[in-house]
């Protein structure tokens, strides 16, 4: 099982753990920029997406393409009965909304708002997003604590646009992969920007170890199925 991240941190910064640790993450970070093309899979478009409500794309780095592809992919998934849908890292809940909005399954929202890319004002906006979605569950933990004791049953779609390197990708596809069910889908955001090398890596390397079928790849968003 791949180390989860945030467990790191209960060792002191210079604790042997978390220096040895941290230097393997910044290694591997290093070697993804230099081998940046090499994790790169192939462009997949899906023709006639569906329709995108009305979203306050001030609040969200995802695109409307990006967003149409989810809900593609929550359309392909709505058979699959008795699952939830994740979302790992949530910022103001743009995407959850929009999510939410298009199926009566659970949305479990997952995302501790302690800094790392969340906020006290970040936070707000999600919470006033979240309002009167009676399908949305906020686990305000971090991936890690969430999955831990996991108790919503199969998932059949996750996002994950958390925090964008090679550990924290790689955890949450390992992590959550083992409660999705067959047909499930994964989809990654930010997969295609050398910033954000690690992700891109961890992607492919969970498309190649786990035998994932790609079911689209548009710019910056990678979905796989299981």
Not at 7 to 19: A, F, G, T, V
Not at 118 to 146: C, M, P, Q, W
Not at 152 to 165: E, K, Q, R
Not at 181 to 202: E, N, P, S, W, Y
Request: aromatic share 10%; glycine share 4%.
């Amino acid at each position: 099982m791949t180390t989860d991240p945030f467990s790191i941190k209960r060792y002191s910064k210079l604790h042997p753990i978390r220096l040895a640790f941290n230097a393997r993450a910044r290694l591997i970070e290093q070697e993804a920029k230099w081998n940046f093309k090499n994790y790169a899979l192939s462009e997949k478009i899906i023709p006639n997406l569906p329709h995108v409500p009305h979203v306050d794309w001030s609040n969200t780095a995802v695109t409307p393409l990006q967003m149409q592809n989810l809900l593609y992919a929550l359309s392909i998934t709505e058979h699959l009965n008795d699952t939830v849908i994740v979302e790992v890292g949530c910022y103001r809940g743009a995407t959850t909304k929009c999510l939410a909005s298009a199926t009566s399954r659970k949305i479990i929202a997952v995302d501790p708002f302690i800094g790392y890319g969340g906020s006290d004002k970040d936070y707000e906006f999600f919470s006033n997003n979240i309002s009167g979605l009676s399908n949305v569950v906020h686990e305000r933990k971090t991936s890690g604590e969430a999955i831990k004791n996991w108790n919503y049953g199969s998932v059949s779609l996750i996002f994950i646009d958390a925090l964008h390197d090679y550990v924290n990708t790689a955890f949450d596809i390992e992590a959550w992969s083992r409660v999705t069910t067959k047909g499930a889908v994964l989809a990654m955001h930010d997969t295609d920007q050398i910033c954000f090398a690690g992700t891109r890596k961890a992607v492919y390397d969970a498309y190649k170890s786990m035998e994932l079928e790609l079911l689209a790849h548009p710019n910056n968003l990678t979905l796989l199925r299981k």
